[in-house]
Structure formats: structure tokens, C-alpha cells
């Protein structure tokens, strides 16, 4: 079957833009996780839902982040008033249950200028 | 807090050759998962072995294989008879078995993988 798919592939936003970053897990998946990468860095946790639920967005690092899963599959990561430093490769994870692997998606490159 | 840590930010191999990337980590859980992945220059991460810590047997899948020290708090990856394919960033990660929530994956901050034809 279809893996995670993540669009757009690259974006590239002005400061102070906002974007929204698209995440489709693998189909039945209940979890769904958003990582935040920085260059060079291993994968940073940012959110994470069950089903439609999100029961932790302890990793956001500010209000401007926000995510969203309405119908427990498809999931939206929105960041408002981009800033350079939110440059980075977000990656969305799938899994069928907790606790179990996450699989991943190709990732959205972020370019902020 | 856990921690993962890969002291390797890069080793070379030759084609064909073993190499071994090390991985340690710090929890207070008595039971957890930790994974290794792959990440070539395409961005995808491929997972490339499981272990769950209250197995004792080392996982192994084809040519790779792990180390797990539960009381050195340790996880090595052995890769036999490299592949020009094998290099990528490569990740070590843990999570919780159970934690209440999410058990999102922890990473260190990877060991750049060089394959010499």
C-alpha cells in the first residue's frame, strides 16, 4: 500500500508569511506524529494525535505552530508569521497503534527568507 | 528527560566490509523500543531495525544486526558486507514502551555513513 505522503515537497516563504504544511499517513494509521529537523540535527518531536485527538503538543515551540488532524487522517502543520530560525524539514510519522513504528514521510523543506 | 547519544558523527566503510555504529541512551524505564534509521539524501527515513528492550535476543534483519547492552544502556548497529546503497545519516532512537500518551521517538543527532567502492 501507499506509504505517508507529505506536500508540498519544498516550500519557500517570506518572514512573516504563513504556511501550511500537508501530512497523509498510511491509510488505518490511528497515530500521527509531526518532527521538526534543523540541518545537520537528528528529527525533534513536535505534536502528536490519536485518531482525531491531540493529546500532546508539548514539542510545539511556540503559539505560532499549530496542527490539526479534523477527521483523524489527513493533518495540517500551520506556522504563522514564519521567522528564519522555523527553517528546517518537517517530517510527519505515522503508526497503527501506540506503542509501535512510526513511518515516516519524505518531509516539506521550509525556507524561510 | 531521555537522552540518546551517537558519539560517530561520521564513519567510512569499504564496500563489502563490517562496520559498527554505536548508539547509547538514558531512561528510567524498564521497558522501551529502540530503533535504527536510515536517512539517505532523499530525506525519507527508512526504518532499518526494532529491538524491544525486554528481549534479550539481538534483533537482526539481513545484513544488519544489533548489540543491545541493557545494563550499559547501549545499542549498536553492525552493518555486514556493505552495500554502496547502504550510505545515508544514519539514527538511533527510543521510545517508550508506555507512557501514558505519546510515545514519541527520541533521536541523537545521527552518524554520517561513507561507503568506499
Known amino acids: 500500500g501507499a506509504g505517508v505522503s507529505q506536500s508540498p515537497r519544498y516550500k519557500v516563504a517570506k518572514r512573516g508569511q504563513d504556511v501550511a504544511l500537508r501530512c497523509d499517513p498510511i491509510?488505518?494509521?490511528?497515530?500521527l506524529f509531526w518532527y521538526q529537523q534543523a540541518l545537520g540535527q537528528g528529527p525533534e518531536f513536535l505534536t502528536y494525535f490519536q485518531n482525531e485527538a491531540q493529546l500532546d503538543k508539548s514539542g510545539l515551540p511556540s503559539d505560532r505552530f499549530f496542527a490539526e488532524r479534523p477527521e483523524g487522517s489527513v493533518s495540517t502543520l500551520k506556522i504563522q508569521r514564519t521567522q528564519q530560525e522555523d527553517s528546517a524539514v518537517y517530517l510527519c510519522?505515522?503508526?497503527?497503534?501506540?506503542?509501535?513504528?512510526?513511518?515516516f514521510g519524505p518531509g516539506t523543506r521550509l525556507t524561510v527568507l | 528527560a531521555q537522552t540518546v547519544t551517537q558519539s560517530q558523527p561520521e564513519m567510512s566503510v569499504q564496500e563489502a566490509e563490517t562496520v559498527t555504529l554505536s548508539c547509547t541512551y538514558d531512561t528510567s524505564e524498564s521497558d522501551y523500543y529502540l530503533f535504527w534509521y536510515k536517512q539517505p539524501p532523499s530525506r525519507q527515513m527508512i526504518l532499518v531495525i526494532r529491538q524491544e528492550a525486554y528481549k534479550q535476543q539481538n534483533a537482526t534483519e539481513n545484513r544488519f544486526s544489533v548489540n543491545f547492552q541493557k545494563a550499559a544502556k547501549s545499542f549498536s548497529l553492525k552493518i555486514s558486507d556493505s552495500q554502496l546503497g547502504d550510505a545515508a545519516m544514519y539514527f538511533c532512537?527510543?521510545?517508550?514502551?508506555?507512557?501514558?500518551?505519546?510515545?514519541?521517538?527520541?533521536f541523537g543527532k545521527g552518524t554520517k555513513l561513507t561507503v568506499n567502492p
Open positions: 532512537a527510543y521510545s517508550p514502551a508506555w507512557s501514558g500518551g505519546s510515545e514519541k521517538l527520541v
Open positions: 491509510s488505518g494509521h490511528v497515530s
Open positions: 510519522a505515522s503508526s497503527l497503534r501506540q506503542p509501535d513504528t512510526q513511518y
